[in-house]
Every structure is written in structure tokens, then in C-alpha cells.
């Protein structure tokens, strides 16, 4: 008896959407890392008191800020790619020392805070879940964190960091535990509801500098860089330009997969806040990512206090490396030490040594009296107000021969970021008059 052997076509067929399928995931990296990596703990906050705050107010955002987004950081991956360095070394070889170096501290001091903010956030979800003490869970989630960057290869560590990002669906889940008035969404995220005072101007400064922030500029590109020094047949744009057509369109996809998630995110977390915390709390409770999984337990249900507080963890862990990897390739750029996270420490001691002070400072500010949870909504507003001059000089780059060679970006790629730019100045500006008038 004859065994029946399957069309090979049919074969073939079958498995073709399954191959193109993984490998289009293969292709994915820095720029859906770091989209998923902006709704950090520290995100989270933000997005949580202005839903609490100001209900369907500032849905709207999500939208709006997705194109800008989106082609500021294609600027950033593409300026990685052709260059084969990073943020801070162009902006070492091609702009003065003072513009450099203020813009680092700036970017430092934030991340710290954040990495702080970020790392106590995950220590008090822990907390929430299984109970225990808040400082011993911040130190080893902290500490591993660290471990992780240190010892585990770059190739690796991006395959873990990349399966963290499936915690972020954690905050759209909740949102469908909870009941939506689903045509005041729409009406609300499209037709925007905007409120001339001082505190609504910096809510949004906040909202925009979260999600439009300094160091994710730095991070993408620095990666870009890093995957394709960690290839050995790729090679920096300007010097192998055969590679540009595919290279481009890979971070057009990589980017635009990436930041619409970290919006799509965003949008949810506002939405649920809004939905059950606006009425309740009118946004007075809510300083941190912790306070809103607490504030949703009575009204949402256990479910969605575990989905959100477990979200927390997730993103923290998420988020954590990027904050610190940032600051660890911005300042050796800068100092032009070696700047690889496929390095072992003693390859790039330097460097290391900038994440590890970074990652070990950000614990200590939760051990030395200082409460970052409380100035992160400010941090977000001083990235907002930083992002502006960083960005003007990453839109100068983009268009700049002696950087950029032949590789300007597409026009509405160039129309979009100076979009988001003019966007992030008008809004500052407006927070400033806003405050100066209170």
C-alpha cells in the first residue's frame, strides 16, 4: 500500500506565510525596541494622570504625535545607519563642544531620574502582587537589570528585550475589562478638545516630551550603528552606498511598526484611566504608574489591576536598558571610548562604566531620601523643552552632506520632522506663557 505524498506545491504554499512571517519579525529591532521602551513605568505615569486628570481630553495626542514620532526617529535610525555611529559622535565631529556637552548633561540627569523612577516603579508593582518589601524587589530587579546588559551578548540580550515587548499588551487588554463609550473615543481622539491654562499646556508638554524623548533619539541610532557593526557584511552607508535601498526600506518598516505600538499603547492607558479614574479621582491620587494599578483594582476588577501591574514590570524591564544604554553610548561617543554592548567590560570598560554608574545612581536615588516618582511628570516636561534644539540639529543632519552624504531623507519624511519639531516648540512655548501668566 502506497503511502500519499503531499503536493509540494501545496507544501510550499502552506509554509510561505509562515517563513514570511518570521521573517519579517527577524527584521525588526531598534526601532520596535525603542518604541515599545517609551511607554516606560515613567510613561506610564504620565499617560495615567492626564487620563485620570482630564478623561478623553488628551486622547487625541496618540494620534497626533504618531507621524511626528515616527519620522524623528527615522531620521535618528537612518543618520545611524549611514554614518555606522551614533547621536553624540556626529555631534562631537560636526557641532561645538559646548552644544555637545550641554545637551548630554541634560539627557544624563533626565535618564537617571527615570532610571530611578523606573526601577522603584517595578519594585512597588512587585509589591502590589506578592507583597514584601518594596526596597529588596527594586535592588534585584535594579541588579539584575544590570547583570543582564553586562554579561549577556548584545545578538542575545536584543532577542530578550524584543520579547518584552509583548508585555506592553498588557494595558490594551485592560482597557476592553473595563466599559467604553466607544463613540465619545472616536469623537474625542479625532476632533481635539484643547484647554488654554497652565496646567493643561504642561500636561501636554508632558504627554509630548514622554513620547517624543531625547534619549530614544539616542538609543535608536546608537543601535542602528551596533547591529551593523555586529554584521560582518554590512558596512556604514557612506562607505558601502549599494546597501542603501534595502537598509532604508528595512528601518521605514522596523520605525513604523514601532511607533505606532508605543502610541497604540499610550492611547490605551489614557483611554482606561480615563474611563475609570477621571470621575473618581479627578487625577489627585495618581503620581506614579503604582497609584493608578492601585486606583483601578476597586473599580475595574482584580484582573485589570493585575494586567496593569504586571504591565509595569514588564515595560520597566523593557525600558530600564535603554535609559541606561543611551546615556552609556551618548557620553562615550562623546569621549570617543569604545561604545559596543556586543563588547565584554573589559573590551569597552568605559562604557560599561557609564551604564553601571548610571543604573547604580538611579537605585541610589530611591535610598538617599529623594522621591524621582515625583519629578518625573517634570521630567517629561524638561525632555519636552530639551527635545526642541536636539531635534532642530537632527533635522540639520539629516539634509547635511558632510554627514549625511547623498542619503537626505524622503520629503515627507523631512516635512514630518520639522513638523514635529515646530510642534514640540509650540507647545513648549505655551506651557512657558501658560506658567509665566498663572
Known sequence: MTKSRADPRTSAHASLPRSAWIHFLRRLGPGLITGAADDDPSGIATYSQVGA???FGMLWTALFSFPLMSAIQEVCARLGRITGVGVAENLRRHYPKP????????????????????IIAM??????????????????????????????????YVHFLKSLTLALFAYVVTAFVVHIPWLAVVHATLIPSISWTGTYWMALVAVLGTTISPYLFFWQASEEAEDERAKRDERALTKDPSQAPGEFRRIAIDT???????????????LTTAVTLHASTAGKNIESATDAAKALEPLAGHFAFMLFALGIIG??????????????????????????????????????????AAMVIGMSLNFLGMNPIRALYWSAVINGVVAVPLMVVLMLMSSNPKIAATFKPPLYVTIAGWAATAVMFAASLGFIIGALHK
Open 53 to 55: 486628570q482630564f478623561g
Open 256 to 270: 513604523r511598526v514601532g511607533m505606532p505600538f508605543s502610541n497604540l499603547v499610550a492611547f490605551f492607558i489614557i
Open 315 to 356: 515595560t520597566g524591564l523593557l525600558a530600564v536598558p535603554v535609559l541606561a544604554g543611551s546615556a552609556a553610548y551618548a557620553v562615550a561617543e562623546s569621549f570617543r571610548w569604545r561604545a559596543r554592548l556586543e563588547c565584554k567590560p573589559r573590551q569597552a570598560p568605559q562604557f560599561y562604566g557609564v551604564l553601571t
Open 123 to 156: 519594585g512597588a508593582a512587585t509589591q502590589l502582587i506578592f507583597g514584601g518589601s518594596l526596597e529588596i524587589y527594586a535592588l534585584a530587579l535594579g541588579v539584575a537589570s544590570l547583570l543582564l546588559q553586562i554579561f549577556v551578548p548584545y545578538e542575545k
Open 99 to 118: 552644544l555637545l556637552f550641554a545637551l548630554l548633561a541634560l539627557l544624563c540627569v533626565a535618564n537617571i531620574f527615570n532610571l530611578g523612577a523606573d
